[in-house]
């Protein structure tokens, strides 16, 4: 049995604060992630757009995104974070940049329940998802993927590098569910971020709510 994390057991708005430092992985991280969303949504058709976010936090990668970009106004976004403080911060700077769309639920981002609104989504972003949660998890999350994406849509994702590196497993699992690879940040990097974009439409069955829970990073290396 793994153990799943609260809030309690993990300051997730202090984690942000490493972004806050250039030099941070962090930081570096974010910047390539903020330049494949913007790559996505230049590529994305003309009219309306669906955005979803997992694990949102303080929806740092989109909305620094959205600020500037010209398709700010035809997104529809939900960010899902469970941390209050850190889905606190991410309503007053969409507030502070002017999207009206983007909608910050407080939630459970492991449930399906609080995606399927708005899917199938044009952008779907797990990021600081994967990292945290066991490898079957991980495989279940990609394949939640698939349903939740539009066919031609794209998934941003991230994971570190630390050893056992899970990326290449990630990628060919991201394949197997009918993704194409789009984006693969290089090792010497030190992180992980890449983006499928999905080309074959998933066989529909009924979704089980739960995606994915956190658990202590101690458990990840028994689970």
Known sequence: MVAVVTVANMDWAAWHDDYDDPGSVLARRL???????????????????AVVSMCAGQGRDLIGVLATHPRRAD?????????????????????????????????????????????????????????????????RSVEACARLCRVGGTVVWTRHRRPPDLVPQIRGWFSACGFEEAYASDAAAGFGVGAHRLVVAPASRQDADRIFSFVESKQLRLA
């Open 31 to 49: 910047a390539v992630v903020q330049d494949v969303i913007r790559a996505a949504l230049d590529g994305c058709p003309q009219g309306p757009l």
């Open 75 to 139: 997104v529809r976004a939900r960010l899902v974070e469970l941390d209050p403080r850190s889905a606190a911060v991410a309503e007053a700077a969409a507030r502070a940049a002017g999207l009206g769309g983007i909608e910050v639920v407080r939630g459970d981002a492991g449930r399906m329940r609080h995606y399927r609104e708005l899917a199938p989504a044009d952008l779907v972003l797990v990021c600081g998802v994967f990292g945290n949660v066991t490898d079957a998890d991980v495989l």
